[in-house]
Structure formats: C-alpha cells, structure tokens
C-alpha cells in the first residue's frame, strides 16, 4: 500500500523563550482565562493540564471538532505536579482521607481526555508514554491513521518542570551541564493540504541504541533513501544539542561529516531538554519551511540520552 502524503495544517506551541540564566527554562505561559473561559474547570486544572488544552485549543481555532478524526498525545513523564500531590497526601494522611482529584489528574492520558470531553471530540484518543520517543511515536500513529483515511488528527506533546522532579533528575546526574525545560505543543495533521499548510511531514523513525557514528551514519542514509532523498538534499540539519559535551559530540561528527553543506540549527538553547523535546523542534521546522523559500527539506535529528534516537523529516514539498 503506497504511503498517502501528511500535511502540517495547523500549529501551536507553549514553550520557553531561550536562556535567562536559570537552570531551569520555564514555558511563558498565555492568559489561560482567554482561552479556558470556564472558571470552575480551570480552577481544577494543574498547571502542565492548562499548558496542554490551552495550546490543543489554540492549535484547532480554525477546526470544528468534529473534523477531528483522531486525538493523539504524548508525554515523557505525565502530569508530574498532581502525582506529586497525590503522593504527598497518601503519606500525609496515612492513606486515608484522600483527595481523589489528584490521583485522577496525574495519568499520562488526562490532557488528551480533557481535550475530547471539552471539545466533545468523539474520536480514537491514545496518550503515548515512550520516554524520549514519545512524541515521534505519536507522529507514526498520525501518518498511520492518515493513510488509512482519517481526513485530521490532532497531536500533541507535553512536559512540565517541577521542583521534586528537577532536584531528582539533577543527583541523577541527567542535568549535569544541561538547563531542564518543558512546553505544550500541537499539530493538525492531515491528508489534504489548505491554505494555512506548513510544510509535507514525510517520515519518522526511532531506534533505540549506543551504536558507532558509522551505524548511526548508515540509519540516516537508509530513512532519507525511503524517502527519495540523500544527504545533498537535506537543507538543514536540526539537532539537539543541549550543552553537555559528551552528548553533543555525536551531533557535531554528523553535522561536519555527513552533512558539511548543510545548514546546521539547534533547538534545545531554546526549549531547554525533556523527553518531548523534540515536539518543539517540529514546531520550530515547520516554522522555517513557512518562512524561508530557500530551505525546502529539514531533517531533524534528536536523541534522549544516547538511548532513545530519532529521525524526523519535513519538506516543503506541498
């Protein structure tokens, strides 16, 4: 069956806006009461809940719901603040007594329910929870459903910062010479594209490995020839480094040895690293494509830890 084209029809993003010198990179968040004008029901969402439907909201304004065939999200570790809350009073209360709010807030497939319960989106919903893979596993899902005839779906990753999470991270030694960060991000994908099109979403892959440069090399040259493309025709490199120099090495070799002629961009200086990073990197792509008639394909490359790999590649071909 011959893969059907996927179109970025619509996007929205709630994100960081560079370094300010902190450690951590919070997202700049909008007037949640323009866009949740329901005071009862925001006052009972958390703040990462909020950042979602707000931008889920944002994204679909020139969609009726019921063009929506699909909501598909995606989160590295769910709604942390409300698991922290619920954890909290189950020792505080000695597991009695308890607020079932934030037990019920905490699963990683909440925002995607609001979403459907608000809009009253009657659809297949799916929360995808693959730690660095998320995200991308999310876009699979679209391109699937797409090319078995769902006209739009909606997709969405997000994050959030807490200070329980951000302090176990950091003796971890995840953090170590990266700034954390989070964000909310949304697409509209679908089969056809409109006037508001941003770019062709043409292909994703994931792969899990510590494999050598000249495998890591071979991976990239076997997804961009499923695609009809080489390395000459990449225009721009988008890679996500985040400061840490052991992490950053594999990027730079790929930047100076497989694509010298292309044009090399980053996105975690902005967005600062979590596991759905790389949700703000497709915003951020599809962003260039819209804005610079000189790049036409983006390939963005993104890995968690140098365990969870990705592939990512958008084109303005319409």
Not at 120 to 138: C, D, K
Not at 157 to 175: C, F, H, N, Q, V
Not at 220 to 245: E, H, P
């Amino acid at each position: 069956m011959m893969q059907k084209k996927c179109y970025i029809n619509s996007i929205a993003s709630i994100h960081p806006e560079g370094d300010d010198g902190c450690s951590q990179l919070h997202a700049c968040e909008p007037d949640y009461k323009m866009v949740i004008t329901n005071a009862g029901l925001r006052r009972r969402m958390s703040r990462i809940i909020k950042m979602g439907v707000a931008c889920a909201l944002n994204c679909m304004k020139n969609y009726a719901p019921s063009q929506m065939d699909a909501v598909i999200t995606a989160t590295g570790l769910g709604c942390l603040s409300d698991t922290e809350k619920f954890m909290n009073a189950l020792i505080d209360n000695e597991e009695r007594l308890l607020n079932p709010t934030p037990f019920i807030q905490s699963t990683p497939n909440t925002i995607g329910g609001q979403i459907a319960l608000l809009c009253q989106i009657y659809a297949y919903n799916v929360t995808y929870t693959h730690r660095g893979l998320s995200f991308e596993t999310a876009l699979i899902d679209a391109m699937m459903r797409i090319n078995e005839g769902d006209g739009n779906v909606l997709v969405g990753a997000m994050d959030e910062i807490t200070e329980t999470s951000y302090l176990i991270m950091k003796r971890m030694g995840l953090l170590k010479g990266v700034k954390a960060g989070e964000g909310a991000h949304f697409f509209v994908l679908g089969k056809e594209p409109n006037e508001n099109t941003f770019a062709q979403l043409k292909g994703v892959d994931t792969f899990m490995t510590q494999d050598s440069e000249e495998a890591l090399g071979k991976r990239i040259d076997k997804f961009l020839t499923s695609n009809g493309l080489d390395r000459m025709d990449v225009d721009c490199l988008m890679t996500g480094k985040n400061g840490r120099q052991r992490l950053d090495t594999i990027y730079e070799k790929m930047e100076s040895r497989l694509f010298p002629n292309a044009c090399h961009s980053t996105f975690k200086d902005i967005c600062g690293e979590y596991q759905t990073a790389s949700a703000f990197a497709f915003w951020k792509a599809a962003n260039i494509l819209k804005e610079d008639a000189m790049i036409k394909n983006i390939l963005i490359y993104n890995h968690y830890n140098n365990i969870n790999h990705s592939l990512i590649l958008i084109s303005r071909d319409i």
